[in-house]
């Protein structure tokens, strides 16, 4: 049997089959570092210090041998000798093994992109992963090996970046630049290299507003996943699956491609952070939980490390009376973190949250927080210091948002009640909500989040009364400018912006704005949605189509809008049953009546196509193509032309 050695993830031996196999997770950290030392062999002594340190030699060096004797007996269980040993050394053995290692070195007839891409892949994951291994020779070599890492995906960059050719390629150069400013956000030889590389690919004016953005809310990148406390192992905290192009069928890993990007972001765990689901008899009290959870969970969209499932499917998730297990599996989520309120008066108020760990069941953390309304924030604070202990590590950004959150506790208590208002779009709830959120500003004038918040009321509003009232625009414009210059390092702000520049007919700005703001948080599910959006009127549907599967892979439980915007994405290329079968996939798919009617009239339908321009015109009878096609914005003529064909074909 073959097997093979995963390091980037978590680190395992695999079969044949890609199924992990039991091994002493000692021998196969020794394996690791003999698999990247030059002589493949290291003196016992050594290798007992490089597991345990050199507080107590004779100690660790009863644990190697304790360490031998379960390795040489799961090597004869196994039929393979992985490790050989003798008296005074541990050698590599006999039997060959396949590893990720191996592929960091090029294969004689692959593309230089092609290498790049595929150490991309790998580079994106955490090397080692989480380990029970505290010694200081571990954290060296841990930190010699991403040294190397780095540097090889420098040299190889500085190879590649002239001779991108096309789009796929292009995306490779990029996505391997923003690993090394991850790596090394703060280092001034990386930020020069970076910005004369862009220069000659004539992108430096986004890299550094790219750069700008994320340099106050980077950290040094990534976390390990193995930041836990005394209470629970990293293995109690962090598991995931092998992915399936490691199955080992050969003598090299490098005989696999690369994982596409879809596949390799489940490596990364999944967060799903459910708001209370027990009534309480202040409606406002649960309110303002309910939107505490809820901003918790867009918080964490910055970060790279995880990714949170978003506020709409988690309350989905949170209402089901489905066997929860089942809906977990189902949309890959590694943890949950439940929450109850209990107590009836402000004194007495708690909010119990517990962290899940979902394949077993097991509570990893619980903690009951005492709440009054304006002690929200320290609550907020709590909650992401336990996660970031138990499931991230390090979270980029952190320490800024919370010192940002902590300036105004009442602030923030005001803007979560408007939040809650702008959940439910009518004309009364986001006026009542712009009066809440300006509120928010009478205690603090540059709260970011209230000033975007404010922004998207207005556009709302534009959208709702469907009027053409520019000065509904213009207002949303200059609140998402005010967001903005109040928080440089929050999505937001460019979200709205973005938005209110495509509802203006600014395209290129909206695309710019929106692609900075996913840029600063890029599991934000609601933003990716946005930009596709903006990139479908932009006329690049194919792009948007890509986007939106990367937001409806965060959101599952898909909100309309997005199933909308894939629909009209497909209509522009083309795909009039692909633009069907997202409607009909819609909770209200009367919305896209229109979309439908041209849908059907272009697939030769006419009795389905009229029957949808009846009940588009019993909704709006003041319907005029050539009125719709001036307002709607689309960069290209041949995007308003298809529209116009489906829709005159329809009979509108």
């Known amino acids: 049997m073959t097997f093979s050695l995963q390091t980037f993830g978590q680190l395992q031996l695999l079969d044949a089959k890609g199924k992990s196999v039991s091994f002493p997770e000692k021998g196969l950290l020794i394996l690791a570092y003999l698999l990247t030392s030059q002589e493949g062999s290291e003196h016992r002594a050594k290798l007992a210090q490089f597991l345990w340190g050199d507080a107590d030699r004779p100690v660790s060096l009863v644990n190697l041998r304790s360490i031998i004797s379960r390795i040489k007996s799961r090597q004869d269980e196994l039929g393979a000798e992985f490790l050989r040993?003798?008296?005074?050394?541990?050698?590599?053995?006999?039997?060959?093994?396949?590893?990720?290692?191996?592929?960091?070195?090029?294969?004689?007839?692959?593309?230089p992109v092609i290498w790049l891409g595929r150490l991309v892949g790998l580079f994106n994951r955490t090397f080692?992963?989480?380990?029970?291994?505290?010694?200081?020779?571990?954290?060296?070599?841990?930190?010699?090996?991403?040294?190397?890492?780095?540097?090889?995906?420098?040299?190889?960059?500085?190879?590649?970046?002239?001779?991108?050719?096309?789009?796929?390629?292009?995306?490779?150069?990029?996505?391997?630049?923003?690993?090394?400013?991850?790596?090394?956000?703060?280092?001034?030889?990386?930020?020069?290299?970076?910005?004369?590389?862009?220069?000659?690919?004539?992108?430096?004016?986004?890299?550094?507003?790219?750069?700008?953005?994320?340099?106050?809310?980077?950290?040094?990148?990534?976390a390990p996943l193995g930041t836990t406390s005394n209470k629970a192992s990293a293995e109690s905290v962090v598991r995931t699956?092998?992915?399936?192009?490691?199955?080992?069928?050969?003598?090299?890993?490098?005989?696999?491609?690369?994982?596409?990007?879809?596949?390799?972001?489940?490596?990364?765990?999944?967060?799903?952070?459910?708001?209370?689901?027990?009534?309480?008899?202040?409606?406002?009290?649960?309110?303002?939980?309910?939107?505490?959870?809820?901003?918790?969970?867009?918080?964490?969209?910055?970060?790279?490390?995880?990714?949170?499932?978003?506020?709409h499917t988690?309350?989905?998730?949170?209402?089901?009376?489905?066997?929860?297990?089942n809906v977990y599996e189902r949309y890959d989520i590694?943890?949950?973190?439940?929450?109850?309120?209990?107590?009836?008066?402000?004194?007495?108020?708690?909010?119990?949250?517990?962290l899940i760990y979902v394949d077993n069941s097991e509570i990893v953390w619980a903690e009951r927080y005492m709440l009054s309304t304006l002690d929200l924030m320290s609550r907020r604070r709590d909650i992401l210091r336990q996660i970031t202990l138990f499931v991230a590590g390090r979270i980029e950004s952190h320490q800024v948002t919370r010192l940002y959150f902590e300036r105004s506790a009442a602030a923030y208590h005001r803007y979560l009640v408007g939040r809650h208002y702008l959940?439910?779009?009518?004309?009364?709830?986001?006026?009542?909500?712009?009066?809440?959120?300006?509120?928010?500003?009478?205690?603090?004038?540059?709260?970011?989040?209230?000033?975007?918040?404010?922004?998207?009321?207005?556009?709302?509003?534009?959208?709702?009364?469907?009027?053409?009232?520019?000065?509904?625009?213009?207002?949303?414009?200059?609140?998402?400018?005010?967001?903005?210059?109040?928080?440089?390092?929050?999505?937001?702000?460019?979200?709205?912006?973005?938005?209110?520049?495509?509802?203006?007919?600014?395209?290129?700005?909206?695309?710019?704005?929106?692609?900075?703001?996913?840029t600063l948080s890029p599991n934000y599910a609601d933003i990716i949605a946005d930009h596709a959006d903006t990139l479908n009127h932009f006329s690049r549907p194919d792009l948007a189509l890509q986007k939106l599967e990367r937001a409806i892979e965060l959101n599952p439980l898909t909100p309309d809008?997005?199933?909308?915007?894939?629909?009209?994405?497909?209509?522009?290329?083309?795909?009039?049953?692909?633009?069907?079968?997202?409607?009909?996939?819609?909770?209200?798919?009367?919305?896209?009546?229109?979309?439908?009617?041209?849908?059907?009239?272009?697939?030769g339908d006419e009795k389905k196509s009229r029957f949808f321009v009846r009940r588009a015109l019993e909704a709006n009878p003041q319907f005029d193509i050539d009125k719709w096609l001036t307002i709607v914005p689309f960069k290209e003529q041949w995007q308003k032309d298809i529209y116009r064909e489906g829709l005159k074909k329809a009979g509108f």
């Open 85 to 111: 040993f003798t008296d005074g050394m541990i050698s590599l053995g006999q039997t060959a093994i396949a590893s990720d290692l191996l592929s960091l070195d090029r294969k004689g007839f692959e593309e």
């Open 423 to 518: 959940n439910r779009l009518t004309l009364p709830n986001l006026r009542r909500s712009r009066k809440e959120l300006k509120s928010a500003l009478q205690e603090d004038a540059n709260f970011a989040p209230a000033l975007s918040s404010i922004a998207r009321t207005y556009s709302k509003e534009w959208l709702l009364t469907a009027r053409g009232d520019l000065d509904l625009l213009q207002a949303a414009a200059e609140y998402a400018t005010r967001a903005i210059e109040a928080r440089r390092d929050s999505a937001d702000g460019y979200r709205e912006l973005g938005v209110a520049k495509l509802l203006m007919g600014a395209i290129d700005e909206s695309v710019q704005a929106l692609e900075v703001s996913e």
């Open 334 to 354: 590694t943890y949950v973190l439940d929450t109850r309120l209990s107590g009836l008066k402000d004194q007495d108020l708690s909010l119990f949250v517990q």
């Open 314 to 325: 988690a309350v989905r998730i949170g209402k089901t009376s489905e066997d929860k297990a």
């Open 241 to 311: 699956k092998a992915p399936e192009h490691f199955s080992a069928q050969g003598m090299s890993i490098t005989d696999f491609p690369p994982q596409p990007e879809k596949t390799l972001a489940k490596t990364i765990p999944r967060l799903a952070l459910l708001p209370p689901t027990n009534a309480h008899r202040d409606p406002i009290v649960a309110m303002v939980a309910s939107s505490l959870v809820e901003d918790i969970t867009i918080a964490f969209c910055a970060l790279n490390s995880l990714e949170v499932i978003a506020p």
């Open 561 to 603: 809008s997005y199933l909308w915007t894939a629909a009209g994405a497909s209509y522009s290329l083309g795909n009039f049953e692909g633009a069907l079968g997202y409607i009909d996939e819609m909770v209200d798919g009367d919305l896209a009546d229109r979309l439908s009617a041209a849908s059907w009239a272009m697939l």
């Open 128 to 222: 080692i992963g989480p380990v029970n291994c505290q010694s200081r020779d571990f954290d060296a070599w841990l930190l010699q090996r991403k040294i190397y890492h780095n540097a090889l995906l420098k040299g190889l960059l500085k190879e590649t970046s002239h001779s991108a050719k096309t789009p796929k390629e292009e995306e490779i150069v990029k996505n391997a630049a923003i690993l090394i400013f991850h790596n090394e956000p703060d280092d001034p030889d990386t930020l020069r290299f970076l910005v004369q590389l862009f220069n000659a690919e004539e992108e430096v004016e986004y890299f550094r507003k790219y750069l700008e953005q994320r340099k106050q809310s980077l950290s040094e990148g990534p």
